[in-house]
């Protein structure tokens, strides 16, 4: 098991950890399984999405803030509920097959860390192979 620290530079970001979460499959040394990435924060979330198209990130951020706006009245007393929707309508967790000691994304996937309560430091993101 590897763990990832990142710091956020923003309130809402989405950060490629693709060669991160490669480097630990390769260092595992399990050659065949799968992969899985969790991050265990309630206002951040880790998804599978095109890594090619920058602007493809910038517009599921901005889609996002329209389900969730930061400006609206929530029951939530932490000023933060909208983080929290995010990373539940998007989820803390992804699983990926693993061959030949690599990652079986598609040919534009990348996994992303995706901040929506930032900036913050010390952000975690945990990376665990079962071999299979």
Not at 43 to 64: C, H, K, M
Not at 120 to 126: C, D, H, P, Y
Request: glycine letters at 10%; proline letters at 4%; hydrophobic letters at 40%.
């Amino acid at each position: 098991m590897k763990t990832i620290t990142l710091n956020t530079k923003s309130k809402t970001e989405m950060t490629d950890i693709t060669e991160e979460v490669a480097e630990a499959v390769i260092t595992s040394g399990i050659k065949s399984g799968i992969c899985t990435v969790f991050t265990p924060h309630t206002t951040a979330s880790i998804l599978v999405s095109e890594n090619v198209d920058p602007r493809l990130q910038r517009d599921l951020l901005g889609s996002l803030a329209r389900i969730a706006p930061d400006n609206v009245r929530y029951a939530h007393g932490g000023g933060n509920a909208a983080a929290h929707i995010k990373s539940a309508r998007t989820g803390v967790s992804v699983t990926i097959p693993v061959l030949d000691a690599k990652l079986l994304l598609g040919e534009w996937q990348g996994i992303f860390f995706a901040e929506f309560d930032g900036p913050r430091e010390g952000r975690k993101v945990i990376v665990k192979m079962i071999a299979g």
